[in-house]
């Protein structure tokens, strides 16, 4: 049995949703989380696969690969990563922002943004973006917050908040698109045989995107509670295809995650098969 996570978020539907909905192997076992609840599985040994932040790449270089070909990331505005904020971001600087304890690689990418390319450093602090929304809780003393999947597609600014798309603001400082996951494999499944059949239907559903999206977006919204032009326009954003451009925005990324001590230095990407 191959052990797959699945982020219960729209953004990966369009390569899960036909397992998860249609016709699923008898040898795959579906297990459901956030990013980071699917890391720490992974990192623990009780997940065999799963779409993966791109940080855990760096912090696992000797245990992890990834499925060669397949990310989630985007080219410009992603809509799922979003700051909302009371402050112009060169004013966070010792204000409290709230980063949600369900990312990983967002909030190294906020760091990023923020400390490295603004010189700005805030006081950060954790929430649970499904229980709270520190901006809308009059006594947080928070002056931004960071929101990431479909919460982040469902937020509307209030009177007196910007939202800034995290994957705009990387693309318009490096010129590269940005990679949020990846689809990790961990420890013996590496060269296990079921991988590389998983590997080849998730490649599969990548190259039928486009011609599916509509019936996907269908099943997707009751899912997820969106309506199904919503989803089809978010998915337009996302790029699941693992491209020479792709890896140079993961490498870029993984450079200044390593150069604020959020991930040791990584030598190589490893890719399979």
């Known amino acids: 049995m191959l052990r797959l996570g699945n982020i219960d978020y729209s953004n990966c539907y369009p390569i899960h949703g036909p397992i998860l909905d249609g016709i699923r192997p008898d040898w795959i076992e579906v297990v459901d989380g956030t990013p980071s609840e699917l890391n720490r599985l992974l990192a623990n040994g009780e997940l065999d696969i799963a779409p ?14 990834a499925l060669r070909g397949l990310c989630i ?18 004013d966070l600087d010792g204000r409290a922002v709230a980063l949600p304890t369900a990312s990983a690689t967002s909030r190294c990418l906020l760091r990023i943004l923020l400390e490295t390319r603004l010189g700005v450093t805030p006081a950060w ?33 209030e009177p007196g908040e910007a939202h800034v798309d995290l994957g705009a603001a990387w693309t318009e400082w490096t010129g590269l698109p940005f990679v949020y996951a990846l689809w990790l494999v961990a ?8 991988t590389e059949a998983l590997h080849r239907l998730f490649l599969a559903h990548r190259d039928a995107v486009p011609a599916a999206a509509p019936d996907l ?5 009751a899912r997820y509670g969106f309506a199904s032009a919503r ?18 925005g993961l ?23």
């Open 52 to 65: 993966g932040s791109s940080i855990e790449l760096a912090r696992h270089a000797r245990e992890y690969a």
């Open 73 to 90: 990331g985007s080219a410009g505005p992603v809509e799922s990563i979003i700051l909302a904020t009371r402050l112009p971001l060169g």
């Open 125 to 157: 602090e954790d929430f649970d973006q499904g229980k709270t929304d520190p901006l809308r809780s009059g006594d947080s003393g928070v002056d931004a917050a960071l929101f990431i999947g479909d919460v982040a597609l469902r937020r509307r600014p």
């Open 187 to 194: 420890g013996r499944a590496i060269e296990r045989s079921d």
């Open 217 to 221: 977006a269908a099943v997707a919204g």
């Open 231 to 248: 989803l089809r326009s978010y998915w337009n954003r996302i790029r699941y295809d693992l491209d020479d451009q792709m890896l140079a």
């Open 251 to 273: 490498r870029r990324f993984l450079d200044l995650a390593s150069e604020i001590g959020e991930a040791p230095p990584v030598a190589s990407i490893r890719l399979i098969p």
